[in-house]
């Protein structure tokens, strides 16, 4: 990766819980190219959240805190950026748009005023100008009656109109990351379609690149060129999104595509059971041990496993796992 | 649809059900708005199948089998179970027809009672419906704890030391517990992480083949849907606007909504990606109150033509196993 917008490196980002200090992101390395879409994958609690808000330095802290590593946007280290230089970050070169809309929005601003609020704080706009460039923002996120609509208060608003809100917040300034943590889990799938195709559009437009949270590999294969794979705090595997998907080489990875019922393309009256991966992801208190994350769930797994960390290994120029046993993997995905 | 009396074979016949609310009046002596949240439903689900319901939020899904289950006031029509008249019913005899429904909810974190240890939650029905001895009891709920794959030291846990997927279990334990014929699936794992979704969806149809369940499946999932459901119903603001059997359904979706809502699913099959143009349909559904005439389709339809605007479409069949409420798509009668 020569130019690379956004660069994390070894990060560890380490919470203080009653039974100790776990590394909650361990060892985490992935770059970003300028315009590009990335997906970071995997069930909750795998730390992809986590991830997007150690980059918005967001962390709470106290429990929190970023241990190690470092996260360059442009070759600035936002690790060791004080708080008045992440303020002037966030919101104007990196934004996220947050899981839940109607949470995330301010119920007493109007949305006028809340899009208006970032424009006036960045980009030193008066009321009157923020007001004109939200409704211009309303209507490139394409809001009808973007005039109007700018007055109305979150909850006159329907859900897929508030992700569009958040979404016109997160761009109002042209970032040039955007975040999109599982932008549209709270959502009908026909909006969900249009938040996807306005997406699309609006990164076309505004070349920003973007970071999509997701655990549904259906919406990875719409939106991304890479993915990033998570297992308790580690990437597991990486690549480009149509490799990883016909290829996958993580067991996780390959867990995780097949235990979903897909929509498939023609339905014959045959219906196997679905493959499951059993279990489920380690309580907090087992992060950070030594070997390998995924054994106890894992149909391939070795005693070696248990006892070593297994390292990124790189498979193609694209593509990297960590697995103890990749030469036993290249099992090809049905369904 | 043709009146067909109770063929055997079918467990549960809706006809025209109709679900209306009340809302609050504008003023003092105007009237009180009201919301059809179903309008005219006719399903027939077979013994031993798995009726699937599709739509978005607010399509009148939820309402539809609260009504089966006698949760909400049916404001018309009729609904049989195995040749009882489910809305005659009241007092005693209802309690006594609802050990064969149950009920599997959405949210496991919010549908069990906190303050009660696992067994208790799982015994609560046989308790209730006072089925067999109060001795059995007990070996029937470390029975329904095997079924459902759960340990026999778990049996004295509260719900909140227990993970979403078990609790979902708890909840499936407590369902089949008074043997139903008929268990009524709402969103059963669309509150779950995905790796758990498919151990809930595997138990759910292992334990259709062992006891002879009859599922009614509700989700906004349609690749849950295919993977799960013999018979579909596409609901949308209320009314059913396609029924067909799984393949024809996803095989040839016919009503403009379902194709779009078919193409709207992002997928990870590439085949499917590169094939069509998505059909988008703009905006959010009308508001359900004051509906316009004609179909309640028409303002989001990329197709829809002036007597669509005019006429309500009725059910019709285009084949025997699948029915369109279109004006555009050709019946075959």
Redesign the interface.
Known sequence: MTSSLLSVRNLTVEFATRDGVVPVIDDLSFDLAPGETLSLVG??GCGKTITALAVMGLIPSPPGRVAAGSISLAGEDLVQATDSRMREIRGNEVSMVFQEPMTSLNPVFTIGEQIGETLRRHQGLTRRQAQAQSVQMLDAVQI?LPGRRANDYPHQL?G??RQRVMIAMALACRPKILIADEPTTAL???????I??LMQALRKETEAAIILIT?????????AERVVVMYAGRKIEEGQV?DI??RPRHPYTR???A???????????E?P??????G??PPLADFGFDGCMFAPRCDLVEESCWHKKPDVIQLTDSQSAACWNLQNSEVPVDG | MADVAIETGTLLQMRDVEVCFSLKRSGLFAKPPLLRAVDGVSLSVGKGQTMGIVG??GSGKTTLVLAVARLVQVTGGQIDMNGVDLLGLSGEALRNERHNMQFIFQDPYSSLNPRLRAEKIVREPLDRLNIGSIRSRDERVRELFEQVGLRRDQLRLFPHQF?G?QRQRIGIARAIASNPSLVICDEPVSAL???????I??LL??LQEQLGLTYVFIS?D???I???CDDIAVMYMGKIVEQAD??SL??DPKHPYTR??????????????N?ER?I?????PPNPINLPPGCRFASRCPLAEERCRVDTPQLGDVAQTHRVACHLVEKSN
């Open positions: 069930e909750s009808p329907s897929g109109m009908d799938v026909t909006v969900q379609a249009q996807f195709d655990h549904d590999m259906g919406s990875v294969a719409e939106m149509d998907l016909i867990g995780l595509i235990c979903v019922p897909h929509l498939l393309e023609t339905v014959s009256s219906r059971y679905l493959q499951e991966v059993p489920m992801v | 978005e939020s993970s997927g992480d995905v790796g758990v979704q498919a151990q969806l595997n149809r292992r906004h349609l690749g849950v295919q993977h799960m799984r393949e996803f095989n779009a809502l078919l193409s709207a699913v992002p997928s990870a099959d590439p085949n499917r990606r094939r998505r988008t349909i703009a905006g959010d």
